[in-house]
């Protein structure tokens, strides 16, 4: 999930595709040269390698699936991140998967 205004910095990921399946919301992907605007029910699939970031502009929160065809060591960063407590809507988008 991403709040209104979040911003995840340029990354990339070596030997690995990244597909993002929009399940609420709207988010922006810049995807090498490209923006691309995705609303719940989109995927939008990253190449390997490809220099990518996202953006919520809001005004409401975003709520992602997100996988990975290679960890690469991504999943040690998201388990050892900062706990984010949920709430009765995050809950409500998760139970409808």
Not at 34 to 51: K, N, Q, T, Y
Not at 62 to 91: K, M, N, R
């Amino acid at each position: 999930m991403h709040d209104p205004c979040d911003r995840v910095p340029p990354h990339s990921h070596h030997r690995g595709a990244e597909l993002f399946f929009v399940l609420r919301g709207t988010v922006l992907f810049h995807v090498g040269d490209r923006s691309i605007s995705a609303s719940g029910g989109d995927v939008v699939v990253v190449p390997e390698d490809a220099l990518h970031d996202l953006e919520n502009p809001g005004p409401e929160r975003v709520y992602l699936l997100t996988v990975l065809s290679s960890d690469g060591g991504f999943a040690d960063l998201l388990e050892h991140g900062i706990p984010t407590p949920l709430d009765a809507d995050d809950l409500a988008v998760l139970r409808s998967l």
